[in-house]
């Protein structure tokens, strides 16, 4: 005699396998653009999204692709209920940059650095220790505010024919 013993879910006593992934946000930039001459971050446009993690102790990957004309100087930030996830590590002299998460830099030199659209990658591991909603949010600045050459352009270039979009997307992860 023989029995079949079949699962569709494998679960701990604790309602999910460690490395299980229990939700994803996502949210669209959609097509707009948004140009920044600031060397505080500013959020960018439709970057941002909310989610609820259903264990004090679960890890939340933070991804985002952010499509700009990154010129001259240009830093973008991770934030978390309006802080910025990186504290001033002292690897950036950029004003403003002290607590970037990716930094871009494209030679003074370079006469056309703001018609050159970049799309990057943005990945970060983050553990609130809560349940209570956490909102993540894609900032930018420009190092050198005010001036032309230090313009980030999100989702285009400086001649705004080149339109595109980004986006973010946060996952629960039990730990």
């Known amino acids: 005699m023989s029995s079949i013993l079949q699962f569709d879910v494998w679960q701990t006593t604790g309602g999910a396998n460690v490395g299980t992934v ?8 959609g097509f707009v653009d948004q140009s920044i001459a600031s060397s505080t971050p500013v959020q960018l446009t439709n970057m941002a999204v909310t989610i609820t993690p259903r264990f004090a102790d679960s890890k939340i990957f933070i991804q985002a692709m952010v499509t700009a004309s990154w010129s001259y ?13 990186i504290s001033a590590h002292g690897g950036n002299n950029q004003t403003g940059g002290a ?16 018609n050159q659209v970049y799309t990057v990658p943005i990945m970060y591991l983050d553990v609130p220790g809560t349940t209570a909603p956490q909102t993540y ?12 050459q230090s313009t980030f352009h999100f989702n285009n270039r400086i001649s ?4 595109s979009s980004s ?3 946060v996952w629960e992860i039990k730990s």
């Open 137 to 148: 949010a894609i900032h930018a600045n420009s190092g050198w505010a005010g001036s032309v």
């Open 73 to 85: 100087v240009s830093s973008a930030h991770i934030f978390r209920n309006g802080v910025n996830l």
């Open 22 to 29: 229990l939700q994803v946000v996502t949210q669209h930039s």
């Open 160 to 163: 705004k024919d080149m339109l």
């Open 99 to 114: 607590n970037a998460f990716i930094t871009q830099y494209n030679s003074a030199q370079e006469s056309d650095r703001e």
């Open 167 to 169: 986006f973010i997307s």
